[in-house]
Nanobody
């Protein structure tokens, strides 16, 4: 099993920045080879894709709503993935979830492809 723990959420004013972290652990031989993703869910809305990164860090994907503002990265030595969130907007307010998936598909956006999920960290952006 793989355990994922997010941190770094909080309250920030519009235009501000936050950096989310997700640490992966567990008895697995595939942890370091997994695609890591970030999803978010606002009250009353579906959980939506935010960003993802492959094992090497050479391939990243972003939702159109965050492109140019958010940056995903990973440090395999620390088994950690990060989401740097800049120019935050009130619309970014949500619970942010870290997720991990197996497989070799080119696109990383589908929720059902992710087998492991963290418990989420709240991000609130005020006007």
């Amino acid at each position: 099993q793989v355990q994922l723990v997010e941190s770094g959420g909080g309250l920030v004013q519009a235009g501000g920045s936050l950096r989310l972290s997700c640490v992966a652990s567990g008895r697995t031989f595939s942890t370091y080879a997994m695609v890591m993703g970030w999803f978010r869910q606002a009250p009353g809305k579906e959980r939506e894709f935010v960003s993802a990164i492959n094992w090497s860090g050479g391939r990243t994907q972003y939702a159109d709503s965050v492109k140019g503002r958010f940056t995903i990265s990973r440090d395999n030595a620390k088994n950690t993935v990060y989401l740097q969130m800049n120019s935050l907007k009130p619309e970014d307010t949500a619970v942010y979830y870290c997720a991990a998936r197996h497989g070799n598909s080119y696109y990383y956006t589908a929720k059902d492809d992710y087998a492991y999920w963290g418990q989420g960290t709240q991000v609130t952006v005020s006007s």
